[in-house]
């Protein structure tokens, strides 16, 4: 390895480290009393050194969403291709549903990053020089649309649909509550989590039954 490789291995290493510890000090204590100050503290670095590597609080924010969002999305999507592997569903707007269980229950297996994801959009949302930076917990969901929207128009030809549903006013309801009940998962505490998980995969499956009663001809 050349000395430029090994240099640059080293310095994607120590950035690592550096999201990582503001993960785990994000996840304690939330935005609020995030600081860079503190980051370099908790690494016991100087803060002149911490800005090496990102320039301000925004940067490890938008890092932090950088590492979560796409592997989220990776996951959830491959979980769907494994259960339908397992049971290819016999219907267009069953596979609809399948995709929204996947979403769901990778989300509770990956809580954390939720509780990340949320603590930064509200970050963002209420402080005027972060803002510039993309909404990327609606992306988070919005990447999915154009799959979603295209089963459904599917399940539509198909005459799986109620012959009422209007599909891009029922793709804003579900996601409207897809992102509420995210919303309560990721800000409840690490003990509550643990002890509804439980309730929580049963409140899932609640919803996820509660669609297709909504949509199903």
Known sequence: MDQTAYFNQMRTKRKSEILAAARKMLL???????????????????TVTLYKYFKNMEDILSAIEDEIIPRTITKILEENEK?????????????????????????????????????????????????????KMALCTATLNTRTEQ??????????????????????????????????????SAKEFKNQKQALQTHVDEIIAMFRVYLAA
């Open 151 to 188: 089963l459904l128009l599917n399940a539509r030809k198909n005459g799986e649909l109620k012959n009422e549903i209007d599909i891009p006013h029922s793709l804003n309801f579900i996601h409207t509550i897809t992102l509420s009940t995210l919303q309560h998962i990721g800000l409840l």
């Open 28 to 46: 304690k204590d939330g935005v609020s009393s995030f600081t860079m100050q503190k980051l370099a503290k908790k690494l016991d670095i100087s």
């Open 83 to 135: 259960s339908i592997q397992i049971q290819l569903p016999d219907s267009y707007l069953e596979q609809f549903l399948q995709l929204l269980h996947s979403f769901f229950y990778e989300t509770l297996k990956q809580k954390d990053d939720l509780t990340l994801l949320l603590l930064i959009n509200t970050y963002v949302q209420d402080t005027p020089a972060a803002q510039k930076h993309s909404d």
